[in-house]
């Protein structure tokens, strides 16, 4: 797959970059649930008690998955 790029020229000074996503976005899997409000999402999170960090870099092959899930 290839993304078109240009640097196009802006206000006779300085290059923009342009990228042009179309084929890309023919494959892409649409996302099929709503984003939140970032409002209801401080919301959630304020009543929050614990929060976990993975490394999921260095360490994502040891997290387990439901025997349905994988």
């Known amino acids: ?19 042009d996503y179309k ?16 409002s209801e999402t401080l919301n959630y999170l304020s009543k929050v008690k614990m929060f976990i960090k993975l490394d999921l870099k260095n360490a994502y092959h040891c997290i387990r998955i439901k025997k349905d899930n994988e």
């Open 1 to 19: 797959m290839k993304a078109l790029i240009l640097f196009v020229l802006k206000n006779e000074e300085s290059l923009h970059l342009y990228v």
């Open 23 to 38: 084929d890309f976005n023919k494959i892409t899997v649409k996302n099929h649930h709503s984003l939140s409000l970032i």
